[in-house]
């Protein structure tokens, strides 16, 4: 359970988050979503008590942050921030986190197997590449085997390969019921992995909603043609359906083409063309967090 | 808290920073103590508060060095951001500065001891060929104790500043600095104008007193000042770090 509550943060002139409230539940996986700059690592930092909000909380586990009695068992973490120093190997590192939040030396050889760094763990953080830093960085969240994971964008420097397998692990986990809120500035990246999406845009909540719904909004629209445009508009508007003119005898409709097809054929409306909009996740996404959006 | 000071510890072991230190300071050390016991007098060394002083004298690398490494026990975490994480394993702070001020504080314990084996490794074969010997006696252990005391200061000094100023370079640049010109440079200032009680009460001048190479103030004046020191600086940087927005 991760609650935001009315979260302000100004840096300086900047508003960085702008009164935002959003919650995930327990159980789920949320992809937390915004361009470049919307305040996705501000929030994501003030829920972990990392930045100190100008207004309104945050809440973990029904607690802040700090009141947690085992914060590292309890929440996991990924940050833009480096994870380990250079010098130090990736098995040393998390040695020196499993001290600190008294979790088993054992342990440490267990996540590195899960991220699959079990042979360059011996080797300076330094030499690694993006993709091994991030691993030990999941790794390091995972050492606590924390109920509810913070990632931001975990994909970040991975590869093909590395992608799917974050995909797969991260359905693993939620599998496993854990609470997981990633962040991302692709929402194709995380749809095929997440239930819910919180989307922000400068700071501010731009929607909330199941990722059906928005793969609904992706799929569900069609362009028709038809010489009897005007009356067909009418009749989909009847249905709860809408239809917006593009002049021409062209509607815009938002409804999967089957439906608008079948109801241009119970009302005997003749169309000259119906196709699906190509509308894709990006789209969507585009359109949400776009200047007009505001 | 000693699972967070065991961390400290492991932290300041798995980087080869440390191990560089520790070669200068044995380098450093042995020079100092053969200079020393080379250019005094044979009456002079066989004299026991002598014999003392060139203890106090050959520890003075240590004592940096404690202060040097105890900033970058914490300036390294703002430098490459891993405050990030350490804050999030622990997110009362303050328990992270005060592991901070207690590693500073046991490693300048540890440094001294390594310098003082080194100088009494120097110093004693020079008495031995002199057919003399070094005096140990209760003087001699309150001094290896107070010297040992002023090493500690030193590196929990350096934590404090350290959490204080966060920029890495900005912090021991600025730190070696002070020691070894401004407040030499100040000292003079200050007793040419009449105020030396001032001058006695600066950092170096409080802590070289503890330790036995300076007259200023009396040893546990010297301790008191030291310690007032770190407890300052200890709280500034706790003040400046409580609410600090780790980005
Ligand atoms: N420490 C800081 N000082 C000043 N401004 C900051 C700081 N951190 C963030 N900002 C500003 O706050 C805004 C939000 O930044 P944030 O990093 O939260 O965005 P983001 O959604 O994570 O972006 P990205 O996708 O690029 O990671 C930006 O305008 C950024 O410049
Ligand atoms: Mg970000």
Same mark, same amino acid.
């Given at each position: 359970?991760?609650e ?10 900047t ?49 802040s ?8 068992q ?39 197997e ?13 030499s690694?590449?993006?993709? #091994?830093?991030q691993?030990?960085?999941l ?19 991975l ?11 991260? +359905? ?14 692709v ?10 999406v ?12 199941? #990722?059906?719904e ?9 362009v ?11 009749l ?5 359906i ?25 009302n ?5 063309? /119906? ?20 | 808290?000693?699972?967070? /000071? ?9 980087t ?7 070669i ?6 042995g020079?100092?103590?053969a200079?020393?016991?080379?250019t005094a007098?044979?009456f ?5 508060a002598?014999?003392?002083d #060139? ?8 004592a940096l ?5 105890g ?7 703002? +430098? ?6 350490t804050?999030?394993?622990?997110p ?44 140990v ?5 309150a001094?290896?104790a107070?010297?040992?005391?002023a ?8 934590a404090?500043?350290?959490?204080l ?13 002070w ?24 950092? +170096? ?11 200023g103030?009396?040893?546990a004046?010297?301790g ?11 709280a ?5 770090v ?6």
């Amino acid at each position: 359970m991760i609650e935001v509550e009315s979260l302000t943060k100004r840096f300086g002139a900047t508003l960085a988050v702008d009164d935002l409230s959003f919650s995930v539940s327990p159980g789920t996986v949320t992809g937390f979503l915004g361009p470049n700059g919307a305040g996705k690592s501000t929030t994501l930092r003030a829920i972990l008590g990392l930045v100190i909000p100008d207004a309104g909380r945050t809440r973990v586990l029904g607690k802040s942050y700090a009141e947690l009695g085992h914060p590292f068992q309890q929440v996991g973490a990924i940050l833009e921030t480096a994870e380990a120093h250079p010098g130090r190997s990736g098995r040393n590192h998390l040695r020196v986190l499993a001290t600190a939040a008294g979790v088993s030396r054992a342990r440490v050889d267990d996540v590195l197997e899960l991220v699959g760094m079990t042979e360059a763990a011996g080797r300076r953080v330094k030499s690694y590449s993006l993709g #091994m830093r991030q691993r030990l960085a999941l790794a390091g969240a995972l050492l606590g085997d924390p109920e509810t994971l913070v990632l931001d964008e975990p994909a970040n420097g991975l590869d093909p390969q590395g992608i799917r397998w974050l995909r797969d692990f991260l +359905r693993m986990l939620a599998g496993e019921g854990r609470t997981v809120l990633v962040s991302s500035h692709v929402l194709a990246e995380v749809a095929q992995t997440v239930d819910h999406v919180v989307i922000i845009h400068k700071g501010r909540l731009v929607r909330q909603a199941a #990722m059906r719904e928005m793969e609904a909004m992706a799929a569900g629209a069609a362009v028709v043609r038809s010489p009897d445009a005007a009356r067909f508009a009418s009749l989909l508007n009847e249905a709860g359906i809408d239809a917006q003119s593009m002049g021409d005898g062209e509607l815009s409709v938002a409804a999967p083409t089957a439906r608008v097809g079948e109801l241009a054929a119970a009302n005997g409306v003749v169309l000259h063309e /119906l196709t699906a909009a190509r509308a894709t996740l990006e789209d969507v996404f585009l359109e949400l967090t776009g200047d007009e959006a505001q | 808290m000693t699972a967070l /000071l065991r961390a400290e510890v492991l932290k300041l072991r798995t980087t080869r920073g440390l191990y560089g230190y520790l070669i200068v300071l044995v380098v450093l050390t042995g020079l100092g103590a053969a200079g020393q016991v080379s250019t005094a007098h044979l009456f002079e060394r066989g004299d026991p508060a002598f014999q003392r002083d #060139m203890l106090s004298q050959s520890t003075v690398f240590a004592a940096l060095i404690a202060l040097l490494l105890g900033i970058l026990s914490v300036t390294v975490e703002w +430098r490459h951001g891993t405050i990030t994480r350490t804050f999030l394993v622990t997110p009362r702070r303050w328990r992270v500065l005060a592991a901070k001020e207690i590693n500073g504080f046991l490693l300048g314990v540890g440094l001294a001891i390594l310098g003082l084996v080194v100088a009494i490794a120097v110093i004693a074969p020079v008495l031995s060929h002199d057919s003399a010997s070094l005096h140990v006696d209760g003087a001699f252990a309150a001094r290896v104790a107070e010297i040992l005391l002023a090493a500690a200061l030193w590196g929990a000094l350096g934590a404090g500043v350290g959490t204080l100023i966060q920029h890495q370079t900005g912090a021991i640049v600025g730190a070696i600095i002070w020691v070894l010109v401004v407040e030499t440079l100040l000292a003079a200032l200050l007793e040419w104008a009449g105020w030396k009680g001032i001058a006695d009460v600066l950092p +170096r001048h409080a802590l070289d007193a503890l330790a036995g190479h300076e007259a200023g103030l009396s040893t546990a004046a010297g301790g008191a000042v030291g310690v007032a020191y770190v407890v300052v600086f200890a709280a500034l940087g706790f003040l400046r770090v409580r609410r600090q927005d780790i980005t």
